[in-house]
């Protein structure tokens, strides 16, 4: 009956087989030629690493979508060694030597994917061009020198420190305890989360590029990176009014101040509005997240290690036994040697960007991985990922990695164990924005810990002992308003 109504009935059901049988041939083909090229002829075959990995990017992609860009490559270089091929193009490495020679220089270009990250246009974070990012760092470069940063410190106090001592005091007397720590460091501003999500976006771009085509994927995400851009954009307009009378200009020095007269010394160029509002938002993303994961991160360390607490606190009270006078920026750097330990031990065991900084191999090729053997040679156009976390975690450089030690950074092998910390990158791409995160760092922990007596509540001793982290780029605590709850008082 259906026969005459149903245009596919009479179709040959032998065709459809056929069709079938050469579809299913053809992708067992396709498979079969890639396991071949990529074991066989491939320039990466003798690579070490998982067998799906050398085949396919869609292992090394689920990983890093479901956060674990940093626990993932750590397992894989404690199997294989410093030189892992995660991906059929990309390259893991750990050794220190051959992460420095990949940083060092310009030769070794940042990879696509900083541009699949990349916010309106190149910006400090995501340039590939060596000469847009020399250009870019001799900008902005002046800003954070030290004698410039110095000129900010009372706002960098009053913003961060003084801003964080004012809400503990109202807590201690609204609430006593049990308040989530990270929360109390970076408050619940629409800014944060705008950032953070926007950050998450990236990362999901730099995995899937297409996704950018798809705005109806993750919606709320894509909510926050027009909110955060609006907001630069917002907020730079109102600061160019506000310096159209000289006196009120004066009163502002920070850092939208500095990237707004922003000149490259060699050519006088300064930035467009577009590039500031661009190196705004990028600022706003790397200066929220990153130090406040990085304090999050050392208070549960001292909290955890009772005995480097007692070291700190014998230091700071024999350095400043006023505790009503706040402690400034170059007190503590003189007289707080352990204070900076604590904070370096804490970049090394948890550095805020703890996964891979993917670059290009230049013409001529690259060999990694020498010592034991002759190293593995890899062509122009490979993609070598130095890791930050998985090199941080090697036993050869640091005996007993997992081992909270702030000592690695006192006395003979202070300055050796120094140079092999990528907490902030290293080389021509290091951190621009690094002298900053010290002065916040210092001064927060500094002060926080001068006056205040911190302790864990005790349904959270097991999670402080063994906190788990996701890291899709910024490393953060799992569940952190619940598992970063601590309990403050009043030092008598």
């Known amino acids: 009956m259906l026969g005459g109504y149903f245009p596919f009935a009479n179709i040959d059901t032998s065709l459809v087989l056929v ?48 956060g674990k860009n940093h626990s993932y490559p750590i397992e894989l270089h404690e199997k294989y060694g410093p030189v892992v091929r995660i991906a059929p193009d990309i390259v893991s490495i750990s050794d220190p030597k051959d992460i420095r020679t990949v940083l060092a220089t310009h030769d070794f270009r940042k990879s696509q994917i900083y541009k699949d990250m990349e916010l309106v246009e190149p910006n400090t974070f995501s340039a590939q061009d060596p000469k847009l990012n020399s250009e870019r760092r001799r900008q902005i470069g002046p800003t954070f020198t030290w004698s410039a940063m110095s000129k900010m410190e009372s706002l960098v106090y009053k913003s961060g420190p003084g801003a964080l001592i004012e809400k503990i005091e109202q807590l201690i007397r609204e609430l006593g305890f049990g308040k989530s720590f990270k929360s109390v460091l970076v408050g619940h501003h629409d800014v944060i989360r705008w950032a953070h999500e926007t950050v998450q976006l990236c990362i999901m771009y730099s995995i899937f590029p297409w996704l950018r085509k798809l705005p109806m994927v993750f919606p709320k995400w894509h909510e926050s990176e027009r909110n955060l851009l609006k907001f630069s954009t917002n907020t730079i307009n109102e600061r160019i009014e506000l310096n159209k009378n000289a006196e009120k200009a004066k009163l502002r020095q920070d850092l939208l101040q500095a990237y707004l007269f922003a000149t490259d010394p060699h050519t006088n160029i300064k930035m467009t509005q577009s590039q500031v509002m661009t190196e705004t938002a990028v600022m706003l993303i790397a200066g929220t997240d990153t130090s406040s994961e990085t304090l999050t991160w050392a208070v549960r360390y001292l909290m955890s290690k009772k005995d480097v607490l007692a070291k700190l606190l014998k230091e700071i009270d024999a350095a400043f036994p006023d505790k009503s006078v706040p402690i400034a920026f170059q007190d503590a750097k003189d007289k707080l040697p352990y204070l900076e330990a604590i904070i370096l031990e804490t970049l090394r065991i948890s550095p805020a960007v703890p996964s891979r900084l993917p670059r290009d191999v230049p013409p001529g090729g690259a060999k990694f991985g020498g010592g034991d053997n002759d190293g593995y040679f890899l062509p122009e156009g490979v993609c070598v990922a130095p890791h930050v976390m998985a090199s941080h975690y090697d036993p050869k450089t640091w005996p007993d990695p ?27 791409r290091i951190c621009p924005g690094r002298r900053l995160a010290w002065i916040e760092m210092m001064l927060t922990l500094a002060n926080l810990f001068h006056k205040y007596e911190l302790s864990i509540p005790k349904d959270l001793e097991h999670n402080y002992k063994n906190m788990d982290s996701v890291c899709y780029l910024m490393l953060s605590p799992k569940n952190a308003q619940n598992n970063c709850r601590i309990s403050i008082k009043r030092r008598e």
């Not at 396709?30 to 067998?51: A, K, N, T």
């Open 402 to 428: 997992l081992d909270f030690r702030p000592e690695r950074f006192l006395g003979s092998e202070a300055e050796a164990n120094k140079k092999n910390n990528f907490g902030f990158s290293w080389g021509v």
């Open 19 to 66: 069709g079938t049988e050469v579809l299913v041939g053809a992708v067992v083909g396709y498979i079969s030629w890639r396991i071949f090229y990529e074991r066989v002829m491939s320039p990466l075959r003798d690579v070490p690493g998982p067998f799906l990995n050398s085949i396919t990017s869609l292992v090394s992609n689920i990983q890093g979508a479901l």
